[in-house]
Protein backbone atom coordinates (compact mmCIF):
# COMPACT_ATOMS: atom_id res chain seq x y z
CA UNK A 1 0.00 0.00 0.00
CA UNK A 2 1.44 3.43 -0.88
CA UNK A 3 0.21 6.63 0.65
CA UNK A 4 0.27 9.67 -1.49
CA UNK A 5 0.17 13.57 -0.02
CA UNK A 6 0.20 16.63 -1.92
CA UNK A 7 1.62 19.55 -0.90
CA UNK A 8 2.64 23.32 -2.67
CA UNK A 9 -0.86 24.20 -4.13
CA UNK A 10 -2.45 27.70 -3.41
CA UNK A 11 -3.58 31.33 -4.95
CA UNK A 12 -1.54 33.01 -7.30
CA UNK A 13 -1.72 35.19 -10.40
CA UNK A 14 -1.59 34.80 -13.88
CA UNK A 15 1.88 34.22 -15.31
CA UNK A 16 3.64 33.41 -11.55
CA UNK A 17 4.89 29.65 -10.65
CA UNK A 18 3.49 27.22 -8.05
CA UNK A 19 5.82 24.19 -7.17
CA UNK A 20 3.67 21.04 -6.08
CA UNK A 21 5.27 17.92 -4.01
CA UNK A 22 3.97 14.93 -3.72
CA UNK A 23 5.29 12.44 -0.47
CA UNK A 24 4.93 9.18 -0.54
CA UNK A 25 5.12 6.76 2.32
CA UNK A 26 4.44 2.62 2.77
CA UNK A 27 6.31 1.64 0.00
CA UNK A 28 8.91 3.33 -2.42
CA UNK A 29 8.41 4.75 -5.36
CA UNK A 30 11.32 3.25 -6.96
CA UNK A 31 9.18 0.99 -8.80
CA UNK A 32 5.92 3.27 -9.66
CA UNK A 33 5.47 5.22 -12.89
CA UNK A 34 4.06 8.42 -11.15
CA UNK A 35 1.39 11.29 -12.83
CA UNK A 36 -0.20 14.32 -11.96
CA UNK A 37 -4.06 14.77 -13.07
CA UNK A 38 -6.48 17.48 -12.15
CA UNK A 39 -9.74 17.85 -11.97
CA UNK A 40 -12.31 20.86 -12.30
CA UNK A 41 -16.02 20.39 -10.93
CA UNK A 42 -18.36 19.62 -13.75
CA UNK A 43 -15.47 17.95 -16.48
CA UNK A 44 -13.29 14.88 -16.68
CA UNK A 45 -10.12 14.26 -14.72
CA UNK A 46 -7.62 15.44 -17.03
CA UNK A 47 -4.10 14.35 -17.46
CA UNK A 48 -1.13 16.60 -16.98
CA UNK A 49 2.18 14.87 -16.68
CA UNK A 50 4.08 11.74 -16.31
CA UNK A 51 7.20 9.96 -15.57
CA UNK A 52 9.21 7.08 -15.73
CA UNK A 53 10.09 4.48 -12.70
CA UNK A 54 13.62 6.38 -12.82
CA UNK A 55 12.84 10.04 -13.97
CA UNK A 56 14.56 9.91 -18.11
CA UNK A 57 11.22 9.64 -19.42
CA UNK A 58 8.30 12.34 -19.15
CA UNK A 59 5.39 13.18 -20.89
CA UNK A 60 2.45 15.96 -20.80
CA UNK A 61 -0.33 17.25 -21.66
CA UNK A 62 -0.25 19.34 -24.68
CA UNK A 63 -2.50 22.22 -22.57
CA UNK A 64 1.07 22.55 -20.22
CA UNK A 65 3.70 21.32 -22.51
CA UNK A 66 6.51 23.99 -22.26
CA UNK A 67 5.35 25.73 -19.25
CA UNK A 68 5.20 22.53 -16.31
CA UNK A 69 7.76 20.21 -15.47
CA UNK A 70 7.37 17.10 -13.61
CA UNK A 71 10.35 15.34 -11.73
CA UNK A 72 11.14 12.77 -9.12
CA UNK A 73 13.60 12.09 -6.32
CA UNK A 74 13.65 8.36 -5.46
CA UNK A 75 15.72 8.44 -2.61
CA UNK A 76 13.06 10.77 -0.95
CA UNK A 77 10.31 9.16 -2.04
CA UNK A 78 9.19 12.33 -3.30
CA UNK A 79 7.93 13.49 -6.97
CA UNK A 80 7.36 17.13 -8.19
CA UNK A 81 5.42 19.78 -10.33
CA UNK A 82 6.94 22.84 -11.31
CA UNK A 83 4.15 24.93 -13.12
CA UNK A 84 5.60 27.98 -14.91
CA UNK A 85 3.57 30.87 -16.26
CA UNK A 86 0.46 29.67 -14.94
CA UNK A 87 -2.99 30.51 -16.50
CA UNK A 88 -6.65 30.91 -15.07
CA UNK A 89 -7.43 27.56 -16.81
CA UNK A 90 -4.91 25.82 -14.69
CA UNK A 91 -7.30 26.21 -11.66
CA UNK A 92 -7.80 22.94 -10.54
CA UNK A 93 -7.44 20.41 -8.03
CA UNK A 94 -4.21 18.46 -8.52
CA UNK A 95 -3.35 15.18 -7.85
CA UNK A 96 -0.71 12.83 -7.55
CA UNK A 97 -1.09 9.35 -8.65
CA UNK A 98 1.02 5.73 -8.68
CA UNK A 99 1.02 3.06 -11.24
CA UNK A 100 2.20 -0.02 -10.30
CA UNK A 101 2.90 -1.26 -13.58
CA UNK A 102 5.93 1.03 -14.06
CA UNK A 103 6.60 -1.10 -17.21
CA UNK A 104 4.78 1.94 -19.40
CA UNK A 105 3.64 5.26 -18.77
CA UNK A 106 0.11 5.64 -18.69
CA UNK A 107 -1.67 8.91 -19.23
CA UNK A 108 -5.36 7.71 -18.54
CA UNK A 109 -6.49 7.67 -14.76
CA UNK A 110 -8.17 4.41 -14.38
CA UNK A 111 -4.40 2.77 -15.15
CA UNK A 112 -3.18 4.35 -11.86
CA UNK A 113 -3.70 2.82 -8.53
CA UNK A 114 -3.04 4.68 -5.78
CA UNK A 115 -4.21 8.89 -5.63
CA UNK A 116 -3.44 11.65 -3.10
CA UNK A 117 -6.31 13.70 -1.42
CA UNK A 118 -5.66 16.63 -3.79
CA UNK A 119 -4.26 19.99 -3.36
CA UNK A 120 -6.18 23.36 -5.15
CA UNK A 121 -4.28 25.30 -7.24
CA UNK A 122 -6.32 28.79 -8.29
CA UNK A 123 -4.77 31.80 -10.57
CA UNK A 124 -6.04 34.70 -11.28
CA UNK A 125 -6.15 36.86 -13.86
Known amino acids: QVQLVESGGGLVQAGGSLRLSCAAS????????MGWFRHVPGKEREFVAA????????YYADSVKGRFTISRDNAKNTMFLQMDSLKPEDTAVYYC??????????????????WGQGTQVTVSS
Open 97 to 114: AADRDYTVVAMTWPEYDY
Open 26 to 33: GRTLRRYT
Open 51 to 58: INWSGVST
